[in-house]
């Protein structure tokens, strides 16, 4: 895939979606084929180097947001800078910015408990990108949300590719194959169109 | 190193640093309720700990002064041979006359159990009968409640006199507001006034005292013949050496130094078993404390497994979540500790005040009690920390 481009896996429940999801993303070790990432064989790495990827490569959005309720927008996205070496008021002032990126600059210091599930989302797809990853993968982002806020959502995640950030989106949203560069199906775990 | 390199590098690790502590700060403070119970277990542990090296420590020092008033102002030379005479009242003198010497004689115990009664229908006491001289009597620091001075012991020789303890006349209903007779060994005796002992001899309270050359007569030879001296601090083995050399030149007498134990060897023995218990006490508290992090730290990891799997899946590596259940465990550990060791000391304070004790706090006990609770939580820590560690990102966000 090349970079900045976007890609839509689809396909019905429990054919392989997300286990393709999490393989592109580091999560999980794929069992047999290779998965290359600029060049590099992910195959096999040490699950440190895998982190290490993770946290400098790779920005996820999952179904559901997992904020930490008691603390505040800006301190749930800053959760995503993974760099420990980053000044404090660098890491306040990136989780701002990726904040505003999604539209919530107005939330930034309220707690995530009282959050809708649209903006609870936003926050995680602002955790996602504060690091600025070359790779987005969002595994159903949109299957806890209601229509309309979905769409939002959608149009949120491949904006983000305006940015550089290659977009991998697994889901049930036919929204989502429609907004993709690129659409492929999988049926029981190969890929059929 | 280049010194650019080395500066990054503490800016680095500085940068890291503030942000596990400003993660563990958040951490501890979203579950106020969670991190309060695991504080408490480690802050009731260190107090009790505190406190019970603190009294510890006063009671030390309570005991060192004891010890001192036993055994600095008393010489007692015990016969173990020949005591049908009295000890030569000249060598008697001349000990008296030492300059430490405050005053020295005869306070023998010629009797362990004599039957003591006020009439032949009254109830009879066995109780010790002592034989002594005044000087002995005054070095024992024995002195009169009522009746007749007890210093006129040895002026009035010939006349069947006792003095009672203050105890025994308790018990036999001996009051001085009129004249009292007593059978003795079923002898009859004018009781001439009553007797308390202050300096350490307390049996002398719950005894009958009569002239040693009195008993000397009527008895034989005593049971345990003693010379006493009250002697300054610090005096009490040259006093004794010199009047056992005076009292007993040819040795017939054989007498045997029983001045009261040396206080500082006593005081060793009791110090080392003090510190032995702290030492038990405060492993005690510390596997305690370990036990109560290990389990609240470990029901938190279930609780947070969601949270620690996101981490883990943007990018936390096992080591930096495992550090960070540490630094959660070694942080509350260490307020704890703190926190224990002031309400510690202050119960320790409040318990010395109502016992009247000089408290005694060791400079070096608050900051090993603080170590000591730090490390033990942070030990607590270490299985949690490999759990959290283990968690699959996976799974957590698939849960």
Request: proline fraction near 4%; glycine fraction near 10%.
């Amino acid at each position: 895939m090349p970079r900045g481009s976007s890609l839509a896996v689809v396909g019905p429940s429990g054919a392989g979606k997300s286990t393709l999801a999490s393989i592109l993303g580091g999560l999980q070790e794929a069992t047999e084929g290779s998965y290359r990432f600029d060049g590099q064989e992910m195959c096999g790495l040490s699950s440190l180097a895998v982190a290490r990827f993770r946290a400098d490569h790779v920005g996820f959005v999952f179904q559901n947001a997992h904020l930490m309720d008691e603390r505040s927008a800006w301190r749930n996205v800053a959760v995503g800078l993974v760099d420990a070496t980053l000044a404090r008021p660098d890491v306040e002032q990136r989780s701002r910015e990726a904040l505003a990126l999604v539209g919530l600059a107005s939330v930034a210091d309220r707690e995530a408990a009282p959050l809708s599930g649209g903006e609870r989302q936003r926050v995680a797809v602002a955790r996602a990108v504060v690091k600025r990853p070359q790779l987005l993968i969002a595994d159903e982002p949109t299957g806890s949300l209601d229509q309309k806020t979905g769409q939002a959502v959608l149009e949120l995640l491949f904006s983000l590719t305006a940015t550089g950030a290659t977009l991998i989106i697994a889901s049930h949203d036919t929204r989502a194959a429609a907004l993709a560069d690129r659409c492929v199906t999988i049926v029981d775990g190969a890929l059929a169109a | 190193m280049a010194p650019s390199l080395r500066r990054r590098r503490l800016h680095a690790a500085g940068a890291a640093t503030a942000a596990l502590l400003a993660d563990t700060y958040l951490s501890l403070t979203a579950r106020p309720l969670r991190t309060s119970a695991m504080v408490a277990g480690i802050v009731l542990g260190v107090a009790s700990a505190t406190a019970a090296v603190v009294v510890a420590d006063t009671q030390r020092a309570q005991i060192d002064k004891r010890f001192d008033a036993q055994r600095s102002h008393f010489v007692v030379l015990v016969a173990n041979g020949d005591s049908s005479h009295a000890f030569p009242s000249r060598r008697v003198s001349e000990i008296e006359a030492l300059e430490p010497v405050a005053a020295a004689g005869e306070l023998s115990i010629w009797n362990d159990g004599v039957a003591v009664a006020t009439s032949r229908f009254a109830r009879t006491a066995r109780v010790p009968l002592i034989g002594a001289t005044a000087s002995g009597l005054a070095a024992a620091e024995v002195r009169t409640v009522s009746g007749i001075p007890v210093r006129a012991i040895d002026r009035l020789p010939g006349r069947s006199l006792v003095w009672v303890g203050v105890a025994l006349a308790r018990r036999l209903g001996i009051r001085m507001d009129l004249p009292q007779t007593a059978s003795i060994a079923s002898r009859p005796y004018t009781v001439a006034g009553l007797l308390r002992d202050d300096a350490g001899f307390g049996y002398v309270d719950d005894a009958v005292v009569m002239a040693s050359a009195l008993a000397r007569v009527r008895y034989g030879p005593g049971k345990t013949v003693r010379f006493l001296a009250h002697v300054r601090p610090g005096a009490a083995g040259a006093v004794a050496e010199y009047a056992r050399a005076a009292l007993d030149p040819t040795g017939q007498r054989q007498l045997a130094d029983a001045t009261p134990p040396d206080g500082r060897i006593l005081l060793g023995h009791v110090t080392s078993d003090l510190r032995r218990i702290g030492l038990a006490l405060g492993l005690l508290v510390g596997l305690i404390g370990m036990v109560a992090v290990a389990n609240t730290q470990s029901m938190a990891v279930s609780q947070r497994s969601r949270e620690l799997g996101l981490r883990a899946a943007l990018g936390w590596s096992r080591r930096r979540i495992g550090r960070l259940i540490l630094a959660e465990s070694g942080i509350a550990g260490l307020l704890a500790a703190i926190l224990g060791c002031g309400l510690g000391l202050l119960g320790a304070f409040v318990w010395c005040r109502l016992q009247g004790w000089q408290l005694i706090v060791s400079p070096s006990l608050g900051p090993l009690v603080v170590a000591g609770g730090t490390l033990s939580s942070l030990v607590g820590g270490v299985l949690p920390a490999r759990r959290a560690a283990s968690i699959s990102p996976l799974e957590a966000m698939r849960s």
